[in-house]
């Protein structure tokens, strides 16, 4: 839980106008503290990898929702599955989680040795 | 600043993740084990003793790097602890924004609101129906069971002739799988019954099996007949010979005709691909090819003498062009 300043002085590299736009924005969700802006720890993780998307890997502001937006949905989809497998693993019985375990592991096509050479 | 981010990790090609797995050895091995191991795979991946075979390079510069991590108490200690990673690099020390997204505190960033749970009914109706067909079964309901897929390379021959072959399933059931003559690329076999086992009385799946079907070196498939090139001497082509020509089951002897040429077309009645699914036998094309050979001596100084009968021009049929 850090303020708006202390997050600009923690990551070097990173301007108050940027991440001002960026929470504008909504890429950014900090809490609304007394007049201020709290950030919890996800929240500055995100500044940061905001941050790489744009300094390291050249995606600029422009496309920048879009791959925040497919990152987001991403992420929704591995805790859902993350839940999914918990949930399975701890209802199902051992017979049906395996059974479960060989359907999808069999469903792609795959080589089999010839014995007869 | 990019190793820390899990989004370039996830991307990144990790050619050694665990030493321990390179070398084959367990984490409680000895350094004289890890030493042993280390040799043996370092002579068999060598490059220099298998050139140009990349996989083998590969396998030795994670070998070296693995052996150059545990041979060394002190860095195998600090991998052991997790302080550095198998490249020998010091691990990141600040979670990554994968590392919260993916747990409970992910849910701020969620589509649907940091409020949702992340399953709804709607959504397990959606999964489930998906999964099995039409709804939610029930504990006893029957259930078929799953159809498997594979697929089998069989050689030209087998594929012509027909062939049985015998598999082994990844649950370790044998399967005798019949190829019937006149079997094409592409055809798929459906072994009704042989797939997965049902639930609670459910009929079992079937097992298909796609089959390809390897090329031959002399021969090719043109339907249900075969061709094949025929290669014969000069003297066979021009004064006729009894040669020996090979077809699917096995060798015949074929008459060459006096005056053959380069190209002339033989037909080998019923030496095709055998009668199958009430089609006719096929049969087999030869095409002549004549070789002249090695130079010959006697040859040059006839061909030197030699005045044809009738002078002939072999691309005439060009000159058009």
């Known amino acids: ?117 | 600043m990019m190793g820390g981010c899990a989004l370039t990790t996830d991307i990144a090609v990790k050619t050694l993740d665990d030493p321990y797995k390179a070398l084959g050895v367990s984490r409680s091995a000895t350094q004289d084990d890890v030493r042993i191991a280390y040799l043996k795979l370092a002579k068999q991946h060598h490059p220099e003793l298998n050139p140009g075979h990349a996989k083998a390079e590969e396998r030795f510069k994670n070998v070296s790097a693995a052996n150059e991590l545990l041979s060394d108490p002190v860095k195998r200690g600090r991998f052991d602890r997790g302080e550095i990673d198998a490249a020998g690099h010091d691990r990141p020390a600040r979670p990554s924004y994968r590392d919260h997204a993916e747990g409970e505190a992910g849910r701020r960033y969620s589509r649907s609101g940091p409020q949702q749970s992340e399953w709804n009914a709607e959504d397990l109706n959606d999964v489930f129906g998906s999964m099995f067909g039409q709804g939610r079964p029930r504990g006893d309901a029957r259930i078929s069971g799953m159809d498997e897929h594979y697929s089998l390379e069989v050689d030209f021959l087998d594929g012509v002739n027909g062939a049985t072959r015998r598999l082994t399933l990844p649950d370790g059931r044998t399967l005798d799988v019949k190829i019937p003559p006149g079997t094409t690329a592409g055809q798929t076999l459906r072994l009704r019954g042989q797939g997965g086992a049902g639930l609670n009385g459910g009929s079992p799946g079937d097992t298909f099996i796609a089959l390809q079907v390897n090329p031959h070196s002399h021969f090719e498939r043109s339907g249900d007949d075969i061709r094949l090139v025929l290669p014969v001497t000069l003297a066979e082509a021009v004064l006729g010979a009894r040669v020996q020509a090979p077809t699917p089951r096995g060798p015949v002897m074929v008459r060459i005709p006096p005056h053959s040429d380069s190209g002339t077309e033989l037909r080998l009645r019923g030496r095709g691909v055998p009668a199958h699914n009430g089609l006719p036998v096929g049969d087999l094309y030869a095409t002549l090819r004549v070789i002249i050979g090695d130079q010959d001596a006697a040859l040059e100084e006839f061909l030197n003498k030699w005045k044809p009968d009738s002078p002939s021009n072999p691309r005439k049929a060009m000159e058009t062009l």
């Open chain 1, 1 to 117: 839980m850090i303020n708006i300043d202390v997050l600009i002085t923690q990551l070097s590299g990173l301007q108050r106008q940027d991440l001002e736009r960026w929470i504008l924005n909504e890429w950014v969700r900090p809490d609304k503290g007394a007049g201020t802006f709290v950030f919890r720890e996800i929240d500055v993780a995100r500044v940061k990898l905001i941050q790489e998307l744009r300094d390291d890997m050249e995606i600029n502001e422009a496309a920048m929702p879009v791959v925040l937006s497919l990152l987001d949905q991403l992420y929704d989809l591995r805790r859902r599955m993350r839940v999914l497998g918990a949930a399975i693993g701890e209802t199902a019985p051992e017979d049906v989680q395996q059974n479960l375990t060989n359907r999808l592991v069999n469903r792609a096509p795959s080589r089999l040795p010839d014995q007869s050479k």
